[in-house]
Antibody, heavy 118, light 109 residues
Framework: QLVESGGGVVQPGTSLRLSCTAS????????IHWVRQAPGKGLEWVAL????????EYEDSVRGRFTVSRDNSKNTAYLQMNSLRVEDTALYYC?????????????WGPGTTVTVSS | EVVLTQSPGTLSLSPGERATLSCRAS???????LAWYQQKPGQAPRLLIY???TRATGIPDRFSGSGSGTDFTLTISRLEPEDFAVYYC??????????FGQGTKLEIK
């Protein structure tokens, strides 16, 4: 399973780091995605970090502000969010990329809420 | 950038009926890396179908996926009460960046 943490209420322009902790599978085998869902809206993909942390991808609106990383020894992935904007307010999920890739996001956490408000 | 458009926005059906949900891509998905998810209120999405037509582990066989190129379909053969939810399609680009459709809400008629 996956469990997110680190959400909260922050002001615009500030930073927050989310964590995604895995259990029950070999964490280092899988890429990890971050997906967000604004209140009452659909799913929006945010970022991907591959299994050994040597490759990352970002959605255009967060590139340069958000950074994904992972520590396989701790079974944890991170989403560092800087220069937060009101429009970043959402429920943030982490999700496991199936193996060998392209086979869907097959395990999801329950999500952690980020609210950006002045 | 590939844009996924789902239709209809809302589908009103009764238990026992057949549901057909559409997902159209703005460009051909040559690799058929197309997945479908179900999301119920207050829950995380659940993977139903990947590779356009392969059911994920534990998904009942009343769910089926089909299509290729730009047109994909999720069919639920006989609706059960627990199937009423929002459904999303999702695709990958060459770098495995993802995008989702806007969702179809399947509601009880």
């Amino acid at each position: 399973q996956l469990v997110e943490s680190g959400g909260g209420v922050v002001q615009p322009g500030t930073s927050l780091r989310l964590s995604c902790t895995a259990s029950g599978f070999t964490f280092s085998y899988n890429g990890i995605h971050w997906v967000r869902q604004a209140p009452g809206k659909g799913l929006e993909w945010v970022a991907l970090i591959w299994n050994h942390g040597n490759d990352e991808e970002y959605e255009d609106s967060v590139r340069g502000r958000f950074t994904v990383s992972r520590d396989n020894s701790k079974n944890t992935a991170y989403l560092q969010m800087n220069s937060l904007r009101v429009e970043d307010t959402a429920l943030y999920y982490c999700a496991r990329e199936g193996i060998p890739g392209g086979y869907g996001l097959d395990v999801w956490g329950p999500g952690t809420t980020v609210t950006v408000s002045s | 950038e590939v844009v996924l458009t789902q239709s209809p926005g809302t589908l009103s059906l009764s238990p026992g009926e057949r549901a057909t949900l559409s997902c159209r891509a703005s460009q051909s998905l040559g690799n058929s890396y197309l997945a479908w998810y179900q999301q119920k209120p207050g829950q995380a999405p659940r993977l139903l179908i990947y590779g356009a037509s392969t059911r994920a582990t534990g998904i009942p066989d009343r769910f089926s996926g089909s299509g290729s190129g730009t047109d994909f379909t999720l069919t639920i053969s006989r609706l059960e009460p627990e199937d009423f939810a929002v459904y999303y399609c999702q695709q990958y680009d060459r770098s495995f960046r993802c995008s989702f459709g806007q969702g179809t809400k399947l509601e009880i008629k």
